[in-house]
């Protein structure tokens, strides 16, 4: 079972409407990813949090996400206003100590029509 | 920046025969991972080997960084195998974020 946690599981939104997912770290991981998936395309990295800070993000979700860990064991990602292109899979990880493996959480499929 | 590549794109198995799955990347990897994603996309890490050869269960990766290439070999391929199979190093060289191949689809039939 995964110890990252997402919810929702699935989000269905118009477009235009906002749209907000969350993710609770594994305890203890003091950095948080957020990955981007659509439909049979890899995965895009979005955003990456260490203590809480953002650190490292793609321009994509400095102009249309909003993303904040307001504490060690929640984070969460939100897009201000969804667009069709937006439908995809958003999956959080974790990590933390001295290794860098990341262990995923199962997702929250975004569908925005 | 960093581009991974995986072959094959897929992979067709009877249940019992080996697989080896490649991943090359375009400059010096200091993460490597190897993930399982299911059909309903969930990922699972299999192994972290950024250089050198490691095993758990009947998974198998070599990583020669210098070469810039890592494999994944699967030994007696059992149905429970089946999805797809991801690459990623790190995005910029020692950050933390990942990047990601676009896999390789395992299919084994009994």
């Known amino acids: 079972d995964a110890a990252v946690t997402q919810k929702p599981r699935y989000l269905i939104k118009m477009k235009g409407q906002e749209a907000e997912m969350k993710c609770i770290p594994e305890?203890?991981?003091?950095?948080v990813f957020w990955y981007q998936q659509k439909q049979s395309k890899e995965l895009k990295f979005l955003i990456y949090?260490?203590?809480?800070?953002?650190?490292?993000q793609i321009d994509m979700v400095k102009e249309r996400f909003s993303a904040v860990c307001p504490s060690s064991s929640l984070c969460s990602l939100g897009i201000r206003t969804c667009e069709a292109e937006d439908s995809a899979l958003y999956l959080c990880?974790?990590?933390?100590?001295?290794?860098?493996?990341?262990?995923f959480g199962p997702g929250t499929r975004l569908t925005v029509l | 920046g960093q581009q991974v590549q995986q072959s094959p794109s897929s992979l067709v198995l009877q249940e019992g025969e080996n697989a080896e799955l490649q991943c090359n990347f375009s400059s010096t990897a200091t993460q490597l991972q190897w993930f399982y994603q299911s059909p309903g996309g969930s990922l699972v890490s299999l192994l972290s080997?950024?250089?050198g050869t490691k095993h758990t269960g009947r998974l198998t990766s070599t990583t020669v960084t210098k070469e810039r290439r890592s494999s994944l070999h699967i030994s007696s391929s059992q149905t429970t195998d089946s999805g797809t199979y991801l690459c990623a190093i790190d995005r910029d060289q020692g950050g933390r974020a990942l990047i990601f191949g676009t896999g390789t689809t395992v299919s084994v039939s009994p």
């Open positions: 305890k203890g991981h003091t950095a």
């Open positions: 990880s974790s990590s933390g100590g001295v290794s860098y493996e990341q262990y």
């Open positions: 080997n950024p250089s």
């Open positions: 949090f260490q203590n809480q800070q953002p650190l490292d």
